[in-house]
Antibody
């Protein structure tokens, strides 16, 4: 069974740092890109970061660029999100998701499947 | 404000057919397939539709997706009480170099 389990969330002061982790199982982790998506309380989904299967391609949303760092360890089947200079607006449930890619009609299409259960990050000022 | 535009709410009675729209632009929906996710209260999102119209195994054929130009839609026929959830469209945006989501539509089964 494909499974993603996040950990490392918690309460942190504004300006502080936190690292959340996502442990994968049930698939060949090194063959898939991974992403982090967050959801603020009562709000919608926001994509924040992506790392390719080998780690060579990394993308960030503007809202976290320069503050968050995504990384992965294929030997440990895990992906991480290092969050620095945390702000109140970073309070959210953080989900990791496997990125499935397929060439469709000449274009490389990608989607998230599955998602982990999420880990709560609360930034308090 | 989300890059993709969805109605914040939709509703229907059991057995009815409802559609949820998702509007974008040339750099996102106009250039890429749309994916739909649904989220039951208090749970993680799950993939519902990928490549604009394909269903993962296990998703009933009551759910269907379509795309035309810079808009997409999700249709749910034979509405059931367990369909009450949040629904999100998403796709890649070439200008932003990242994924964009709609703001989400909360579906209520009356």
């Amino acid at each position: 069974e494909v499974q993603l389990v996040e950990s490392g969330g918690g309460l942190v002061q504004s300006g502080g740092s936190l690292r959340v982790s996502c442990a994968a199982s049930g698939f060949i982790f090194s063959s898939y890109g991974m992403s982090w998506v967050r959801q603020a309380p009562g709000k919608g989904l926001e994509w924040i970061s992506y790392v390719s299967s080998g780690g060579s391609a990394i993308y960030y949303a503007d809202s976290v660029k320069g503050r968050f760092t995504i990384s992965r360890d294929n030997g440990k089947n895990s992906v991480y999100l290092q969050m620095n200079s945390l702000r109140d607006e970073d309070t959210a449930v953080y989900y990791c998701a496997r990125v499935v890619a397929e060439v469709t009609s000449g274009a490389l299409e990608k989607w998230f499947d599955p998602w982990g259960q999420g880990t709560q990050v609360t930034v308090s000022s | 404000q989300s890059v993709l535009t969805q109605p914040p709410s939709a509703s229907g009675t059991p057995g009815q057919r409802v559609t949820i729209s998702c509007s974008g632009s040339r750099s996102n929906i106009g250039s890429h397939a749309v994916n739909w996710y649904h989220q039951l209260p208090g749970t993680a999102p799950k993939l519902l539709i990928f490549n604009s119209h394909q269903r993962p195994s296990g998703v009933p054929d009551r759910f269907s997706g379509s795309k035309s130009g810079t808009s997409a839609s999700l249709a749910i026929s034979g509405l059931q009480s367990e369909d009450e959830a949040g629904y999100y469209c998403a796709t890649w945006d070439d200008s932003l170099n990242g994924w964009v989501f709609g703001g989400g539509t909360k579906l209520t089964v009356l």
